[in-house]
């Protein structure tokens, strides 16, 4: 960890000039521009100080634990394309598989379908967004077409096959991952 740039962050996400931080912590604006570009390491007190104005602690200054990511884009995304099966998983969270949930996008051509899920714990949710779809789910066979949802517990095998001459999407959640 670089103690200057992270002090210049904090400094600047509060707003302060150097000098300003140098005010509130009884430093000098040239004490305060060494230790940004780390030219001088602060001694304990004095960072103490420094981070006070910050309006912040060691703990919590020292804490290098990074914020969870909430928001995912297109570069996030993970396909595997199965040209034997005619479908394509995307998945639209990294390592969700650390998560309770994993929502995935899966693209089916027509005669495609996903690969076969073995029975697990857990519960599956899906909703349709394009074509028409039959859910395989144990021995029962379902037809579910855009704008339906289905809902199971997984304890049975299960996969999804393709319903129509055209390409299907799915919205797809499973609790616990499994894809």
Same mark, same amino acid.
């Given at each position: 960890?670089?103690?200057?740039?992270?002090?210049?962050?904090?400094?600047?996400?509060?707003?302060?000039?150097?000098?300003?931080?140098?005010?509130?912590?009884?430093?000098?604006?040239?004490?305060?521009?060494?230790?940004?570009?780390?030219?001088?390491?602060?001694?304990?007190?004095?960072?103490?100080?420094?981070?006070?104005?910050?309006?912040?602690?060691?703990?919590?200054?020292?804490?290098?634990?990074?914020?969870?990511?909430?928001?995912?884009?297109?570069?996030?995304?993970?396909?595997?394309?199965?040209?034997?099966?005619?479908?394509?998983?995307?998945?639209?969270?990294? /390592? #969700?598989? %650390?998560?309770?949930?994993?929502?995935?996008? &899966?693209?089916?051509? +027509?005669?495609?379908?996903?690969?076969f899920d073995d029975p697990h714990d857990g519960e599956e949710f899906g909703?349709?967004?394009?074509?028409?779809?039959?859910?395989?789910?144990?021995?029962?066979?379902?037809?579910?077409?855009?704008g339906e949802s289905f809902y199971y517990p997984a304890q049975a095998?299960?996969?999804?096959? /393709? #319903?129509? %001459?055209?390409?299907?999407?799915?919205?797809? &959640?499973?609790?616990? +991952?499994?894809?």
């Amino acid at each position: 960890m670089k103690i200057g740039e992270k002090i210049k962050r904090l400094r600047t996400q509060h707003k302060l000039t150097q000098e300003e931080l140098a005010d509130r912590s009884e430093l000098t604006k040239g004490f305060i521009s060494q230790v940004e570009r780390e030219l001088t390491s602060p001694s304990i007190a004095t960072l103490v100080d420094i981070l006070e104005a910050l309006g912040t602690n060691l703990q919590d200054f020292f804490n290098d634990e990074v914020p969870e990511k909430v928001v995912f884009t297109k570069n996030d995304v993970a396909i595997k394309n199965d040209p034997e099966l005619k479908s394509e998983i995307h998945w639209l969270v990294p /390592n #969700a598989q %650390k998560n309770a949930m994993e929502p995935i996008l &899966v693209h089916i051509e +027509p005669e495609g379908q996903t690969p076969f899920d073995d029975p697990h714990d857990g519960e599956e949710f899906g909703y349709v967004l394009k074509g028409q779809i039959f859910l395989h789910f144990g021995a029962k066979k379902v037809r579910v077409r855009a704008g339906e949802s289905f809902y199971y517990p997984a304890q049975a095998g299960h996969y999804i096959s /393709n #319903a129509s %001459k055209r390409p299907a999407s799915i919205m797809w &959640v499973s609790t616990p +991952p499994s894809f």
